[in-house]
Every structure is written in structure tokens, then in C-alpha cells.
């Protein structure tokens, strides 16, 4: 598990996700309805109009709204740029459990421990349909992604789909858009077929289920239940039918929940753990637990790798694997290496022409940690991280020489146990080896080239040139010579997770959640640079510049600090896209005053080896510098 955001607050009840913004609302248990910012880790605005818990809560896909529903029988619908509730549905007569707005149509679906599900239409803000049969709380009512049906789950230990149909063709005026007449709530045609029809009934719960949803495409349903079980379910034009069960938890299942990117089920439940399941073998790939927090809602973002979780003190965002791809770039070839569907792949900056040109062992779902180019072997280093931390491993392969000629074969690579494994010299690596606390340094056959180095407290290890490494003890980066056994130089940097050299190797940038630190060879801190968002990545150009990129901009910082020492204020965005034809484009508000003296800044940038020119353009009082 990746967190990506984590809030304190009340007890988290219900989520949502917005489906274009970095957006996440959460509904809690003291009747505050908080929207935060998932990116920048700030709270936007709150709502507190419900009186009690807050269950349910939905974004609309398309208009500036939000549907909440709470335990004072009130479902509230809000627009967030008006940052006000802007009318009330009543009806429900007792607490109100979920909310949704329908994919396409003006509806929202609700249901209550009233043993009721109910439709409103929000233009019109009437009930045009009551869904009954349940003979217990109503704990979860949704509408199929893109079918007319609805699936419900209640405390009566069963789930039932609607065939809504009939309500669509009765309230929907034919062609794109637009609303006929609102029916009365179970008007009956001719031959008395109702708006809204029992489909299916799902029994094979022990106890009340929680929740239940659809698949996003596959003709599947996933439920979980107070019996601690989740069970997946398939269904057909005609019937549905029970799957199978997966078991593990120890407690209640709260909520469950299908990804929109992967093969795989989420499910959160009162033993304080979520557990991520294999949709195909269904057995419980990883679990997460927490010491003392209840999970109660857990949800997917429509279509992002996104995923959050509500508890008992808080809600958190996550992703369940890496997104990054594993790269190595080769400077004297121009050549970037990258792995992608199990093969590593090579893409010629100065062609363009993308190969693949190894294929990798098959069978392994998590994605490449990294990947280190060494060209004076032609071999590549492949390090793969699980996320639990545990039975890490790496891969030695040698690329074949005629990669690109024919279809790539399998290799047989060299494969061990190790958290992290970097190049250390022409033929040697080392590996951290963090259950014996140890570095190994083997060579291309994995065999063991020297005498252990016991590492008591190292977390990590990063590349550092030849015969030595930069290891991570807390929150202290240590140069390490490796034929010497000692500490060449050290430095306090807390929290680094990636190291990007300069190619001339005299200076380093390192890289943590939220800053970039440019040092010398030695560690000696030249600049730090703190932001408020995630540093994603960063690599240096000729002149010692270090551009990095971080959750929604990119930015660039110098060693010898600011160029320009002047007074006025500058704004800058800077993006260099390097190949064979170098462009840097640059867009600045600059006073008029420095504008000579600006250009000539922005010319120090353009090297003898990079083919680049610069103007200005004029646009009012801003000036675009290309």
C-alpha cells in the first residue's frame, strides 16, 4: 500500500472521490461533511449543516454537486462552488445509509433503515419511485454503471437487483436529454408492469450484509456481510448465482469494493484491516492492518489507481502498487530502457524507434521497483519491492546483443532475496540485505565477490559511482567506501528516497517526500528546497541545473542559488524536453524594468551542445521566452 494522503478527524462514514479533481469528501460521524485536497493536503471546505452522522455521501459526474444523506432523515443536495446546500429531500423516515447520483439521468438513489430504497429525481426534487421488499435496514442501494438496474443490500441477510427499465422508459423523454412528466411513485402500466421490477434475489449471507456493488464491466456483484465473508457473484439476462466466498476476516466486513484498473476486490471490515483479494483465484493477496481504527468505507476513484479508506480516527488515500515505471537511461548511447508487460524495452532518443528487447519472467503481478543500465557489461538491474516490505527481490539480466533483430526470448536471470541492489563497479553490485543487516557485493553470476559488510541500522542503499554506495541510516545519507569498509562522508537529509546524479558525478540531488537537497560529491549541502506537494522525480543538464518535477509543476533549481539577485518578483515555470533537438521553454512574469537584463539570463542557459534559441515575445506585461 502506497499512502498518498492522510487525514485526522471523527469517525470517517462515507467517501467519495471527484471524478475529475484531486478531490475527496468524507462524511463523519459528528454530522461535518469535510472536502479536502488529496494532493495538496488541505482541507477546502466544510459543511455542517446535518444534524447527526453523515452515512452517505457522492459527487455528480458532471455538475458542480454533492448528494449527502445522514441520520436526521435529510438528503442534502450541495453545490460546491456556491459552498452551500441549495435544497432538501424528505421522505426517508428513518436513518439514511448511502447516496447516489445515477451515471447519466438526474436521479439519486438513497436507502434507509426505514427498509426502503428510493429514487428522486434532483431537477424536479420529487420521489418518483419506492423500492420495497427488504424486511430489514437497507444498508447499501446503487444503479449499475451503465445498466438499468439497481442492487440493494439489507440486514435481512439478502441482496436484491432491480430492473429499473421501466421507471427509465417512463420518466426519460426518448432522444439526448430531457425529462417527461414525473409519474406517481409505482404507477402501473396497462397490463400491470411496475416502474421498477425484483430481478433477482441473492441469498447465501449468514448474516446482514453491509454492502454490496456491481462490476464496473463484467456481469459480476461482490458483497461483504456481518458473517465475515465476502462472496462474489455472477449473473446472467435470466439468474445469478453465488461464486465463491472469500474468507480471512476476523470481524464484520463494513465494505467492499471492485477496482476499475486491476483484477482484484477490496474489502475493509471491523477487525481493523484491509485485505486485497484476487478476483480470479480469489484468495487474499496482501492485508493492512491498523492498531486501533475500525474500517468502515472503502471506495475506488472512477478512474484514477486511487483508493480510500475511512476509520475511526480519519480517512486515508492510497494506491495499492507503483504506477512509475522501472527506468534506466544510458547516456552514451541516448538510450532509455524501460520495463513495460513483462518485458524490458529500449527506445532510442535519437530515432524515436521503441524495441523490446528482453522478456522477463512471467508470473509476477507487483511492478518493477527500478532499474540500473550497466553498458559495460550490456546488463541490467531489476529490483522488485513488495508492499509489505517483505521478500524483496532482485533480477541480473545480460540484454543480448542483437536485441532488435528478432522476437526477444525469455531469460533465465539471476535471481535472490534483497531489498535494494545498485551497480558498484564494471561487474560487481551490491545488495542490502536487510534480514542478516547486511551488504552482500556479488557478481553477474550472483555469486558472492567479498566478505559481508554488516549494516545494523541501514534502511536503504542508492548508486554512488564506482567502489562506492550511499546508504540511508534515519535521517542520515553516509558515503560509503566499499574496499576502505568506512564512512568516506555524511550528511543529515531526512526521509531521501531517490539519489540523481549529475553525468559528471560532482554533485547529487536528493530527493524526499517533499524537498530536493543539491550537495557536492562529498555531501556538502548546497541547497535545500522544501514544497507542499510530493517530489516525483528530477535529472540535471549540462550546466548544473536540476530539474525536478513534483505533483503539479515542474520546477528547476541551480547550486549556486538564485541567478538573478533582484528585488522585483519573478513567477517561473520551466520544462525542458531533452532528445536530439533540444527545446527549453520557459513562460515568466517579469517587470518591464529587467527585461534586458532577464533575456540575458535566460541566453547563460543555452550551451554549446544543446541547439536552442531564445526570443521574447511580448504578451502585455508577461513575457513568453522561448
Sequence with gaps: MLTKFECKSARVKGLAFHPKRPWILSSLHTGVIQLWDYRLNTMIEKYEEHEGPVRGVHFHSQQPLFVSGGDDYKIKVWNYKLRRCIFTLLGHLDYIRTTFFHHEYPWIITCSDDQTVRIWNWQSRNCINIL??????????QFHPTEDLVISASLDQTIRVWDISGLRKKNVAPGPGGMDSVRTPGQTELFGQTDVVVKFVLEGHDRGVNWAMFHPTAKLIVSGSD????????????????????????????????????DVILSNSEDKSIRIWDLNKRTCLYTFRREHDRFWVIGAHPTLNLYAAGHDSGCIVFKLERERPAFSVNVSSNTLYYVKDHFVRALDFTTNKDMPVLQLRTGIRIPMFSAAYNPAENAILLVTKTPLGENSFYEVYTLPKDAGQRDPDMSDGKRA??????????????????????????????????????????????YAGTGVLLYREGEMMVLYDLQQKGPLHQARIPKTKYVVWSNDMAHVAMLGKRHVTLCTRNLEILTTVNETVNVKSGAWDENNVFVYTTGNHIKYAIVNGYVLPLDWPVLSVAMFVCGDSVLMRLAFFVPSAITELFARWISSFTSPGLRATTSIAWIGRTHHVS
Design 417 to 462: 532475496n534483497g531489498s535494494n541492489a545498485v551497480w558498484v563497479a564494471r561487474n560487481r553490485f551490491a545488495v542490502l540485505d536487510r534480514r542478516a543487516n547486511c551488504i552482500l557485493v556479488k557478481n553477474l553470476k550472483n555469486e558472492e565477490a567479498a566478505k559481508k559488510i554488516p549494516m545494523t541500522n541501514c534502511d536503504d542503499i542508492f
Design 132 to 141: 420495497t421488499g427488504h424486511n430489514h435496514y437497507v444498508m447499501c442501494a
Design 227 to 262: 458473517d465475515r465473508q465476502v462472496k462474489v457473484w455472477r449473473y446472467s439476462q435470466e439468474k445469478a448465482w453465488e461464486i465463491d466466498s472469500c474468507r480471512g476476516h476476523y470481524n464484520n466486513v463494513s465494505c467492499v469494493s471492485f477496482s476499475n484498473s486491476q
